[in-house]
Every structure is written in structure tokens, then in C-alpha cells.
């Protein structure tokens, strides 16, 4: 076993570090000047010294620095560590939130002086989505997640599996992956940090805050493009838009209900469009974790069931070796002599279809659902073999006490022989089928997966559009408003 260990870490070291994109690079770099910026909003403002407020600021303060650990690890290529800490943010944010709305003076005071909460984390959520009129997403989100990030926080097969790459121990984080991670950290910190300010009476701070959350992700390509409209619609390139145009956009210089609802919902829009992003990355990676889970068992019956074939067949073949080595050096041995060894070997036939089937079976057992034609197929094929079996006991037992006549035994014995030799092609025809199945089936869960991730870059555009506007069409403070 010491060897084993020894020999995949070696390969582990031997391995070459994966190069990180340069988009990548880019990103770790928005998301960390956008923590980064919330420190000098921070420090501008005065805070009152009471136990609610100075707990949300030891909260928010505990958060950037995991934030800032997170990036530290991915860019060192320690991307397990770095996702052990989605929880801590997470459950950070969620605590943060609750001391900062929802709990009493009294609930407050417990936790300072008891390091207690009475509410469990579902509590929490609940509390979260009626305090901050969220309807039930916080309640939903940990239903949905809570599991996956506890298993990899604490090296459940979430965190495990991602472990190896084949057969070598090698980190196998994909770059979408750690740019979701990263993504779902830095807005989590934002959110409290802005909720946070608004609740002190800090709006344009907390405005401060919510420009932030388009600075990095997709959102910031995308307010790029917007930005290059807005400049050519000055005249400032040689693709201007024509006058035209511009009466649809003027629609929102007039008061109206929409602009109102705007201006007072500007804040709410962006932090909906920035929980929608981190809600699709947790979903998406549920969905991988399932498909992964079944592929891999899926795979991995194949693979036992090929190995266990090879290692009977070779077998079978170093028995045949033997059996004729023995005969070469004794060629005075009688005929019943000889009538054993060829039932023999018709037994170890019978054998290895046995356990053919059975390791049939188990990798039928690994298909989701039941397979009807599969299974009527391998109970005729069992149905086969216990008429092999019991030709075969019927033919020893009659050489054995000499009810059949040597003459007619070595017939018996041919004829049996024939009936198995059919026996395993059948179970070797029916091996390929149960192959065949089980790649279609690993293949339908990778189209799942694909098109769910092409339904995930959907709502990420819709999560950020959200935001977006929600900045530019909610220009106007709610101070000025009221």
C-alpha cells in the first residue's frame, strides 16, 4: 500500500502545473480590486460603537480577508483550499445579514457575550428573506446548496473527486469553476458590505458599493460594450446612431411609474441580478456533481467488468497450457484420465460464464432506472447457463460411477462442451450490448450537463444585464428622491 501512495504522488509531482489563462488572470484581478475599493469607502465614514454595529464590521472585515485568502490560493494552484472556504463566506454573509436587519438588541447581545445564534441556518435564511423583502431565495438557496458546500468544506466526495485527473493525483478544478468561486465570494462580501452602509444611512456609499458589483465577472465586458454605444452615440466615432433612433430612449426622460419603480428599486435590481449569478453557479455545480457521480460509476463498472474478463480469460488459457503440458509429459494415462480432463475444462467454461453474468449484472445494477430488454435478456442467459451447469454435474456424476459408457462419455462430454462454447458467445454478444448501453447512457448525461451549461450563461447574462440596468436607468439617489 506504501508503494501505491508513494508511486501516485510521484506521478503527482511529475505532472505539469496547469497554466492559468491570461482571461483568468484578469478576472482575479477585478475581483480583487473591487474588495480592494470597499475599504477606503469604508474608512470615510463614522460608525457608531454599539454591539450591533461593531459585530456586522467584525463580520465584513472577516469576509474580505477569506476573499483575499481565496485569491491568494488559487493563484498558488491550491484551488481545494480555496473552495473550502465558499462555506465560511457564505454562512459569514448570511450571519452578517441577520445581525445587521432581523435580530433583536437582545439576540445581538446573546451572541456577543455567548458566541451563540438560537437560529438554525434555515432559520437564518427565512429571517434574511423577510427582513430584506427577497421573497424566499435566501430560504431556497440553502435547500439547494447548503449540502454541496459543506462537502467541500469538509472533504466530502465533492472536494475528493476532484482529486484526480485519470489515474494521477493532480488538482482538476476547471477555470469555470474557480471563475464562478470567485465570482459567488466577491459578491457576497459586497452584499453585506452594502446592505450594510445602507442601513447606517450611508445610500451613496452603499450606491458606491453596488457600482462595484459591475466591475468584474461578465458584467464588465458587457457595461464595456454599453459604454462604447453611449460614446459613438455622441458623435465621437464614425458609427454614430442616426437622430432617429433616439426617441425609444427618451422615454425615460418624462416621469413615469416605471422610472419610479426604478429609482427606488435601482439597489434591489442590482443585488437580484447578483444573487441570480451566484444561485445559477450553485445549481450548475449540483448538476455537474450528479452527472460526474454517475458517469464515473458508470465507467468504472466497465472498467471492472473488462479487467475481470481479461484476468478469466487469462486464466483459462494458462490452465489449458497446463493441462497440455501434462499430457505431453504422461502419455500413459488411461481413458477415464483423459474423460476427466476434458470435463474439466468444459467446467471451468461453465465458470467463467457464471461469473461473466454476474459481473453483467452488477454493471446493469449501475444504469439509472431499470432496462427491461437488458434484464429479460440476462435472465434468459442465466436461465441457459443453469442448464449448462446441470448437463455438466449430470455427465461428471455419470463417468464418476460409471452409469455412462466410456464410449458415449466422450460424446456427452463434446456435446457439452459445444453447448457452453454457445453459451459464452452469447454472454460476450450480450456483453457488448450492456457496453454499448451504458455509453449511451454516459453520453445522454454529458448532453445534460452541456445544455444546462448553455442554459447557465443565460441567466448569467440575465443576472447581470439585471444590474446593469438597474445603474443606468436608476441614476438618481434615493436621498434626491426623497
Same mark, same amino acid.
Given at each position: 500500500?506504501?508503494?501505491?501512495?508513494?508511486?501516485?504522488?510521484?506521478?503527482?509531482?511529475?505532472?505539469?502545473?496547469?497554466?492559468?489563462?491570461?482571461?483568468?488572470?484578469?478576472?482575479?484581478?477585478?475581483?480583487?480590486?473591487?474588495?480592494?475599493?470597499?475599504?477606503?469607502?469604508?474608512?470615510?465614514?463614522?460608525?457608531?460603537?454599539?454591539?450591533?454595529?461593531?459585530t456586522?464590521?467584525?463580520?465584513?472585515?472577516?469576509?474580505?480577508?477569506?476573499?483575499?485568502?481565496?485569491?491568494?490560493?488559487?493563484?498558488?494552484?491550491?484551488?481545494?483550499?480555496?473552495?473550502?472556504?465558499?462555506?465560511?463566506?457564505?454562512?459569514?454573509?448570511?450571519?452578517?445579514?441577520?445581525?445587521n436587519?432581523?435580530?433583536?438588541?437582545?439576540?445581538?447581545?446573546?451572541?456577543?457575550?455567548?458566541?451563540?445564534?438560537?437560529?438554525?441556518?434555515?432559520?437564518?435564511?427565512?429571517?434574511?428573506?423577510?427582513?430584506?423583502?427577497?421573497?424566499?431565495?435566501?430560504?431556497?438557496?440553502?435547500?439547494?446548496?447548503?449540502?454541496?458546500?459543506?462537502?467541500y468544506?469538509?472533504?466530502? &466526495?465533492?472536494? /475528493?473527486?476532484?482529486? =484526480?485527473?485519470?489515474?494521477?493525483?493532480?488538482?482538476?478544478? $476547471?477555470? %469555470? *469553476? !474557480?471563475?464562478?468561486?470567485?465570482?459567488?465570494?466577491?459578491? &457576497?462580501?459586497? /452584499?453585506?458590505?452594502s =446592505?450594510?452602509?445602507?442601513?447606517?444611512?450611508?445610500?451613496? $456609499?452603499? %450606491? *458606491? !458599493?453596488?457600482?462595484?458589483?459591475?466591475?468584474?465577472?461578465?458584467?464588465?465586458?458587457?457595461?464595456?460594450?454599453?459604454?462604447?454605444?453611449?460614446?459613438?452615440?455622441?458623435?465621437?466615432?464614425?458609427?454614430?446612431?442616426?437622430?432617429?433612433?433616439?426617441?425609444?430612449?427618451?422615454?425615460?426622460?418624462s416621469?413615469?411609474?416605471?422610472?419610479?419603480?426604478?429609482?427606488?428599486?435601482?439597489?434591489?435590481?442590482?443585488?437580484?441580478?447578483?444573487?441570480i449569478?451566484?444561485?445559477?453557479?450553485?445549481?450548475?455545480?449540483?448538476?455537474?456533481?450528479?452527472?460526474?457521480?454517475?458517469?464515473?460509476?458508470?465507467?468504472?463498472?466497465?472498467?471492472?467488468?473488462v479487467?475481470?474478463?481479461?484476468?478469466?480469460?487469462?486464466?483459462l488459457?494458462?490452465?489449458?497450457?497446463?493441462?497440455?503440458?501434462?499430457?505431453?509429459?504422461?502419455?500413459?494415462?488411461?481413458?477415464?484420465?483423459?474423460?476427466?480432463?476434458?470435463?474439466?475444462?468444459?467446467?471451468?467454461t461453465?465458470?467463467?460464464?457464471?461469473?461473466?453474468?454476474?459481473?453483467?449484472?452488477?454493471?446493469?445494477?449501475?444504469?439509472p432506472?431499470?432496462?427491461?430488454?437488458?434484464?429479460?435478456?440476462?435472465?434468459?442467459?442465466?436461465?441457459?447457463?443453469?442448464?449448462?451447469?446441470?448437463?455438466?454435474?449430470?455427465?461428471?456424476?455419470?463417468?464418476?460411477?460409471?452409469?455412462?459408457?466410456?464410449?458415449?462419455?466422450?460424446?456427452?462430454?463434446?456435446?457439452?462442451?459445444?453447448?457452453?462454447?454457445?453459451?459464452?458467445?452469447?454472454?460476450?454478444?450480450?456483453?457488448?450490448?450492456v457496453?454499448?448501453?451504458?455509453?449511451?447512457?454516459?453520453?445522454?448525461?454529458?448532453?445534460?450537463?452541456?445544455?444546462?451549461?448553455?442554459?447557465?450563461?443565460?441567466?448569467?447574462?440575465?443576472?447581470?444585464?439585471?444590474?446593469?440596468?438597474?445603474?443606468?436607468?436608476?441614476?438618481?439617489?434615493?436621498?434626491?428622491?426623497?
Amino acid at each position: 500500500m506504501l508503494s501505491v501512495i508513494v508511486a501516485l504522488l510521484g506521478r503527482r509531482r511529475k505532472r505539469k502545473k496547469k497554466r492559468m489563462t491570461n482571461e483568468l488572470k484578469e478576472h482575479l484581478i477585478r475581483c480583487e480590486k473591487a474588495v480592494q475599493s470597499t475599504k477606503p469607502i469604508l474608512a470615510k465614514r463614522g460608525f457608531p460603537d454599539d454591539y450591533r454595529t461593531v459585530t456586522v464590521i467584525g463580520f465584513i472585515s472577516v469576509l474580505i480577508e477569506h476573499q483575499e485568502s481565496v485569491l491568494l490560493l488559487v493563484m498558488h494552484n491550491n484551488v481545494g483550499s480555496a473552495s473550502a472556504l465558499v462555506r465560511p463566506i457564505v454562512e459569514g454573509a448570511f450571519r452578517g445579514l441577520w445581525i445587521n436587519l432581523p435580530a433583536t438588541d437582545e439576540e445581538v447581545k446573546k451572541f456577543n457575550e455567548k458566541n451563540k445564534i438560537d437560529l438554525e441556518f434555515g432559520d437564518l435564511a427565512t429571517a434574511l428573506d423577510t427582513a430584506y423583502g427577497m421573497g424566499d431565495f435566501f430560504q431556497d438557496f440553502k435547500t439547494r446548496t447548503w449540502k454541496h458546500l459543506n462537502s467541500y468544506t469538509h472533504g466530502g &466526495m465533492h472536494q /475528493i473527486g476532484r482529486r =484526480f485527473v485519470k489515474h494521477e493525483v493532480a488538482s482538476n478544478y $476547471s477555470e %469555470d *469553476e !474557480i471563475y464562478e468561486m470567485t465570482t459567488t465570494v466577491t459578491t &457576497m462580501v459586497l /452584499i453585506l458590505t452594502s =446592505f450594510f452602509l445602507k442601513k447606517q444611512g450611508h445610500v451613496d $456609499s452603499a %450606491d *458606491e !458599493i453596488q457600482a462595484l458589483l459591475e466591475t468584474y465577472g461578465p458584467v464588465a465586458d458587457k457595461k464595456k460594450a454599453v459604454d462604447q454605444v453611449s460614446h459613438e452615440s455622441k458623435g465621437a466615432g464614425p458609427h454614430v446612431i442616426p437622430t432617429e433612433a433616439a426617441p425609444p430612449v427618451a422615454v425615460f426622460d418624462s416621469p413615469s411609474r416605471f422610472r419610479l419603480f426604478l429609482k427606488r428599486h435601482r439597489q434591489s435590481l442590482s443585488l437580484v441580478g447578483a444573487l441570480i449569478v451566484f444561485s445559477t453557479f450553485v445549481i450548475k455545480d449540483a448538476i455537474r456533481e450528479e452527472v460526474k457521480d454517475t458517469v464515473d460509476s458508470l465507467q468504472a463498472a466497465e472498467d471492472v467488468f473488462v479487467t475481470r474478463s481479461e484476468n478469466e480469460e487469462t486464466a483459462l488459457t494458462l490452465a489449458s497450457i497446463d493441462a497440455y503440458v501434462e499430457e505431453l509429459s504422461n502419455k500413459t494415462d488411461s481413458a477415464l484420465d483423459y474423460l476427466d480432463n476434458e470435463l474439466s475444462g468444459v467446467q471451468k467454461t461453465v465458470l467463467q460464464g457464471k461469473r461473466n453474468l454476474d459481473n453483467l449484472k452488477r454493471m446493469i445494477d449501475k444504469l439509472p432506472g431499470t432496462d427491461a430488454p437488458l434484464m429479460s435478456s440476462l435472465h434468459k442467459l442465466e436461465e441457459d447457463y443453469d442448464a449448462a451447469f446441470e448437463s455438466t454435474k449430470t455427465v461428471s456424476q455419470g463417468v464418476a460411477d460409471g452409469s455412462i459408457r466410456m464410449e458415449r462419455s466422450a460424446e456427452r462430454i463434446a456435446a457439452v462442451g459445444n453447448q457452453t462454447s454457445d453459451l459464452l458467445i452469447e454472454i460476450h454478444t450480450f456483453a457488448d450490448q450492456v457496453i454499448e448501453r451504458s455509453d449511451e447512457v454516459r453520453k445522454a448525461e454529458e448532453r445534460k450537463y452541456r445544455r444546462y451549461t448553455i442554459l447557465s450563461y443565460f441567466l448569467y447574462a440575465i443576472g447581470w444585464s439585471l444590474a446593469l440596468f438597474g445603474r443606468l436607468f436608476g441614476m438618481d439617489s434615493l436621498l434626491e428622491e426623497s
